[in-house]
């Protein structure tokens, strides 16, 4: 029987495919007694479980091949070691269960490892993989980390956190279905970057069973358990017909009677500028610059490395604009060697350009980098700072731009109340402004926008947000400058034309979303994009905002 659930549509399209769970850390088992006459029947019940995973790491093995066969090889070796296979028989013979026998045994032999020398110690992660998977096995729960699947499914999990991103391969992901997570969480940003379909804070999400196949819609937030055969066909053939509606969009991002507001593209690095590209990205809008600094959190990417990954940005966009994002740090986005470890409130602590203003060293290395990136190239380069809360910020950040050389237009932020309320006197010092609405609802709604539950609270219809928006575009219009949009907010199509009646010069978004925002500012005239502003920010809901922009903008 086909059963629907609803959670927050946050990356268009349609998936279907059986679900696979992102695998928690495994839990440590009880230490309870088993009977002495269960003992050989829980012994029987570790060997097959240890046989099951070395043969299941050997046929991955000769699946992938080449390095990662050895790697594998090894593991299934350890997991079938004679001497570790007795010690769990010993354990379960005096009362451990399978599971807890595994585990303690296992534990037993990590530390001899571990005290073994460097070698055998960078084995021991090997060893705990190993572990995990057995434990796992036994204990009926998903296998720890990224699913191990050869066929493509929709991925669930409770969140997704940045570092597992690098983990997913992405022709096997359909979509993603997280039970945490707002409007602006990384699992949305990231499903928006891979151009597969989301949905966020859908409450019981990872109580969907193993296999079982299920039908999301990434517009309206829905999820339809075991939909049949009929149902499926017409969800593929909706999603195809979509798909052509929005092929058939091209050219620059401009209202039906030829308002130009472009449409760019948010990147984390080079790797997503061919998606930009095809989408028809007229430049990058948001260039995070801090996806280069997570590989290794323990120091900065050297100059040189920053040169190479931001000229290959540059370069895919010959006349183009290029607004590049100085590192933003701290909060969800720790770095080790430049977060403070204890602060009591990260996401109200030093991050962003307070973090950058306290290691001018690291602005510097990357100002720099960006220079020498631009010598002798067309683009028109524009470098923001992150979390600006005010004039002497902005001009902080003006200051080290000046100082390191760099010719090119410095921007601000805007993602803290303060800086959209004073907007005017914050482009004293800078050449334009950039909202962020993904924090600036965060603090606007004093709403952690990692939290599920707050989702209603991040949602950018809001109308104190829209208040906010239509504050730092009105300011920067009086100054003659421009204030774009890189919030998650510019990916909504109905949205799009809100923010452009509100004043907004410019969109920019995951690629997938372009598409999506071209035909929807290609059906609205300017004057009926400030109506239907006009009305959102009337309301006194983000649901009655949607409503009323909704209403304007369709004509109704
Ligand atoms: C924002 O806050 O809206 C933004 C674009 O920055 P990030 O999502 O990287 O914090
Ligand atoms: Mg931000």
Known sequence: MEKALHGVGVSHGVA?????HMGTA???????????????????????????????????GNLAGGEAQAVLEAQALMAQDPELMADVSRRIA????????????????????????????????????VRNRIVARLMGVPMPGVPDSDEPYVL?????????????????????????????????????????????????????????????????GELLVEPDAQRQAELRALAAERKAALAASSGPGQTSDGHRVPLLANVGGPGD????????????????????????????????AQVEAYRKVLEAFPEGRVVVRVLDAGADKPLDFLTPADEPNPALGVRGLRTLLEHPE??????????????????????????????????????????????????AMVEIPSAALRASSILREVEFLSLGTNDLAQYTFAADRQVGSLARLQDPWQPALLDLVAAAAGAA?????????????????????????????????????????RAALAKATLAQCRRAAEAARAADSAEEARAAAHQVLSGE
Do not use: N, W
């Open 156 to 220: 669930l999990a409770r969140d997704l956190a940045p570092a597992d991103t690098a983990l997913l391969d992405p022709t096997l992901v359909l979509g993603f279905v997280t039970e945490e997570g707002g409007p602006t969480s990384h699992s949305a940003i990231l499903a928006r970057a891979m151009g597969v379909p989301a949905v966020v804070a859908l409450p019981g999400a990872t109580d969907l069973p193993e296999g079982v196949v299920v039908a999301v819609d990434g517009s309206s």
């Open 273 to 304: 500028v061919p998606a930009a590209l095809a989408a028809g990205a007229e430049g990058v809008g948001l260039f995070r610059t801090e996806f280069l600094f997570l590989d290794d959190s323990k120091q900065a990417p050297t100059e040189e």
């Open 477 to 517: 219009q009086a100054a003659g400058k421009s204030c774009g949009v890189c919030g998650e907010a510019a990916a909504d199509p109905l949205l799009a034309c809100v923010l452009t009646g509100l004043g907004v010069t410019s969109l920019s978004m995951g690629a997938a979303s372009i598409p999506y925002v």
């Open 362 to 411: 690291v602005l510097g290395g990357q100002l720099r980098a960006l220079a020498r990136a631009a010598e002798g190239l067309p683009v028109h380069l524009e470098v923001m700072a992150p979390m600006v809360a005010d004039r002497a910020d902005a001009k902080a950040f003006a200051r080290a731009c000046t100082e390191a050389g760099l010719r090119a237009k410095f921007g």
């Open 94 to 129: 005096v009362g451990s269960s399978a599971e807890r026998g595994v585990y303690d045994a296992f534990a037993a032999y990590r530390a001899l490892l571990a005290s073994a020398g460097e070698y055998l110690a960078g084995r021991v992660a090997d060893l705990d993989d």
């Open 26 to 60: 495994v839990l440590e088992p009880a230490a309870t007694r088993i009977a002495t006459e269960d003992a050989p029947r829980e012994q029987a019940r570790a060997q097959q479980a240890v046989d099951a995973v070395a043969a299941d790491l050997i046929a991955r």
């Open 16 to 20: 279907i495919g059986p679900v696979r």
